[in-house]
């Protein structure tokens, strides 16, 4: 079989609000093959500009379109996808931004093809079983703690065992503000939650304001510290992964390609390595770090904030992986990306994550619920257009 | 002065040819001031994904156009520019190409700036002097063995000491192939000129292939083999390197931010660190990672394959390092590429190249020769016009 069109479909809430929510608008990939069999995949990207990548003029032998790479290649077995990367990596390695957009081309094609031989892509990855996963809700720190207090004891009483804030105002001001702050959470999730602080990369490239706070996040016992430094500030990680104690380091989602994750786990000295399928160039590359950090020793944990296709391709890489028990889940999305699916993933009455044993990535977008957030896009050059929005 | 104005061209020949020749198209940059002076720059980048980068919708507060955080910021000193690109770093954090794009303007306000106070670029980054450098021909090997000879020979005949002979058929068949290819180059250029062999990551994720070409490499005495693998690498650079004797590894081009070419120089084991101001973020990461090589012992070098203005902007970073002696100087040109700037950088009596001691990065658009490369670009999201191509 062939690959036939590669149609990417910019949806967004009517208002995007300045605030860390990736929840807020989505790039969805649709390719069809040559037998009309379709799979399904999300980048998570500045829409604009992955669509750009994906149609943009020739620059030269490796600085052109992804969908060069892609439209007319063979996609008959597992192999297929990896070598489609490859193309992508070599013609496009010039376009910076190709590997957000191969993200959602692979994850679509691993869905494809576990529609076509109906299992599970977990399966296709070689896992003869998908073992549940601890969600811990992802959240943003409230405007102020009071409502991080209430947003955590809501949670809790939903059933999260494990919350994780991160973003918002916290380490934009004093470390006393964020005391308060991270005393909010635990006095909110309970002494006995698991509680995870996502800063954001608030501090990159500033080591002396990611220590001025690590006091606080050891008293309030938080599991992780996430994303003190922007990924690839390896040294600041490093140093302060050796003054955390029993506080983990986490990072990783900034990772667009594999040699940028393993550095993380080689040299940064992180204890969760974070990653997500729609950025670092799919699941293929996703397996591949999971891989790797099972054998570094380090817990390979998803990082997703867009819709339950994301969500659902961003665990396929550890679903085999029994001693990683916990999965980011974020909670609080936008309409647009609850709408996205059909179906949704959420916690069993053990408050566990259980992975869809359905052929493919497990999510069939609702294309109904999509329209009404679909953008009309159009780019032209020289008065070709080389992009319209397809029809959804 | 505030920044008024930031306006990207996506200039290009008429036909772009499937070979490695990055001077087929180029993105220029403008920047004017509220007092009306101009600033010139170049991206290194698929240009239509820059453009898109520059004006696409927010999708999130770490995920907006370059634009929003460049026009309307001041721009009074040389610490503007800086604090310029760590707004974008943390606007556009997520928007992958924002590197590449951030590298024109950051050029382009180095530009703006030095015309303004009537200084070369190289004194506004603290060096007092600027050392002339050797130039090496850079050029793609010939398709054939006996095309790379008679190169060679017209070069040297010419005035070129220095050979750099890259991409092309180099590394994609047989090593006995790449052996002929490297006599041929060394024969042409005589027993004493310097050969520079640039594999162009042809061997991406592939050491064994590169070990097959390295004794080659070594007896034709190239003084560095360059790009074996993809920038990142860095186990593989490493390994490499440990065997190559001689031959220093080179290598660093693919970087776009200054901690990749950090981790470059600290775990790739290289001895040259190739940096395209173009590319990395601009003139001020660029003189970053000057400054970070030669502390540790690793020569730097401009990587530039496009315009003469690209050029100049190369060369500013290691302008003062007197001991940094060689830069890289494309030639055979596309039409478009040289005749892009008003003036040009020739070697000198000496074969040297002089720095242009003139206020700013030292070349100016030559717009009337421009025009007829200029393509109509329009980008249209929800039916509003975010790009049209300005009036050059």
Same mark, same amino acid.
């Given at each position: 079989m062939k690959i036939d069109a590669v149609e990417f479909f910019y949806l967004s809430m009517p208002e995007i609000l300045d605030i860390g929510d990736g929840s807020q608008d989505l790039?969805?990939?649709r390719i069809v093959d040559s037998t009309g069999a379709i799979g399904w995949g999300e980048c998570e990207a500045a829409p604009l500009v992955s669509i750009a990548s994906l149609v943009c003029p020739k620059s030269h032998s490796a600085c052109?379109?992804?969908?060069?790479?892609?439209?007319?290649?063979?996609?008959?077995?597992?192999?297929?996808?990896?070598?489609?990367?490859?193309?992508?990596?070599?013609?496009?390695?010039?376009?910076?931004?190709?590997?957000?957009?191969?993200?959602?081309?692979?994850?679509?094609?691993?869905?494809?093809?576990?529609?076509?031989?109906?299992?599970?892509v977990y399966k296709l990855l070689g896992y003869p079983h998908a073992y549940p996963k601890m969600p811990y809700a992802s959240l943003l720190f409230g405007d102020t703690p009071h409502q991080?207090?209430?947003?955590?004891?809501?949670?809790?009483?939903?059933?999260?065992?494990?919350?994780?804030?991160?973003?918002?105002?916290?380490?934009?001001?004093?470390?006393?503000?964020?005391?308060?702050?991270?005393a909010a959470a635990r006095e909110g999730l309970g002494a006995d939650?698991?509680?995870?602080?996502?800063a954001g990369t608030v501090w990159a490239?500033?080591?002396?304001?990611?220590?001025?706070?690590?006091?606080?996040?050891?008293?309030?016992?938080?599991?992780?510290?996430?994303?003190?430094?922007?990924? *690839?500030?390896?040294?600041?990680?490093?140093? %302060?992964?050796?003054?955390?104690? +029993? &506080?983990? #380091?986490?990072?990783g989602e900034g990772c667009h390609n594999f040699s940028m994750a393993r550095h993380m786990i080689d040299y940064a000295g992180i204890g969760y390595v974070q990653i997500d399928a729609s950025r670092i160039g799919g699941i293929t590359p996703a397996k591949q770090v999971a891989d790797y950090a099972r054998a570094k020793g380090v817990t390979f944990v998803n990082h997703s904030f867009q819709s339950h296709l994301a969500l659902a391709a961003s665990l396929q890489p550890f679903a085999g992986i029994e001693s990683d028990t916990i999965c980011e889940y974020p909670v609080r999305l936008k309409p647009l990306a609850w709408e996205a699916t059909c179906e949704h993933l959420t916690p069993d009455r053990n408050g566990q994550i259980q992975y869809p044993e359905v052929p493919?990535? *497990?999510?069939?977008?609702?294309?109904?619920? %999509?329209?009404?957030?679909?953008? +009309? &896009?159009? #780019?032209?050059v020289r008065g070709e257009v080389l992009y319209r929005t397809p029809v959804l």
């Amino acid at each position: 079989m062939k690959i036939d069109a590669v149609e990417f479909f910019y949806l967004s809430m009517p208002e995007i609000l300045d605030i860390g929510d990736g929840s807020q608008d989505l790039l969805l990939v649709r390719i069809v093959d040559s037998t009309g069999a379709i799979g399904w995949g999300e980048c998570e990207a500045a829409p604009l500009v992955s669509i750009a990548s994906l149609v943009c003029p020739k620059s030269h032998s490796a600085c052109k379109a992804v969908a060069d790479s892609v439209v007319s290649q063979r996609i008959d077995a597992v192999s297929d996808i990896s070598r489609i990367g490859r193309l992508v990596h070599q013609n496009s390695m010039d376009v910076l931004q190709a590997d957000h957009t191969l993200s959602g081309i692979d994850i679509a094609l691993w869905d494809l093809l576990g529609r076509r031989l109906n299992e599970p892509v977990y399966k296709l990855l070689g896992y003869p079983h998908a073992y549940p996963k601890m969600p811990y809700a992802s959240l943003l720190f409230g405007d102020t703690p009071h409502q991080t207090l209430d947003d955590a004891k809501k949670l809790r009483a939903e059933g999260f065992r494990a919350i994780k804030f991160g973003w918002g105002p916290f380490g934009h001001t004093t470390p006393a503000a964020d005391y308060d702050q991270l005393a909010a959470a635990r006095e909110g999730l309970g002494a006995d939650g698991i509680l995870l602080v996502d800063a954001g990369t608030v501090w990159a490239g500033d080591f002396e304001a990611a220590r001025a706070r690590l006091d606080a996040v050891k008293h309030f016992r938080a599991t992780w510290l996430e994303e003190p430094f922007r990924s *690839g500030e390896l040294e600041e990680y490093r140093k %302060l992964a050796e003054l955390s104690g +029993d &506080v983990k #380091i986490a990072g990783g989602e900034g990772c667009h390609n594999f040699s940028m994750a393993r550095h993380m786990i080689d040299y940064a000295g992180i204890g969760y390595v974070q990653i997500d399928a729609s950025r670092i160039g799919g699941i293929t590359p996703a397996k591949q770090v999971a891989d790797y950090a099972r054998a570094k020793g380090v817990t390979f944990v998803n990082h997703s904030f867009q819709s339950h296709l994301a969500l659902a391709a961003s665990l396929q890489p550890f679903a085999g992986i029994e001693s990683d028990t916990i999965c980011e889940y974020p909670v609080r999305l936008k309409p647009l990306a609850w709408e996205a699916t059909c179906e949704h993933l959420t916690p069993d009455r053990n408050g566990q994550i259980q992975y869809p044993e359905v052929p493919g990535v *497990g999510m069939t977008p609702d294309v109904v619920a %999509l329209k009404k957030y679909l953008l +009309d &896009v159009e #780019i032209k050059v020289r008065g070709e257009v080389l992009y319209r929005t397809p029809v959804l």
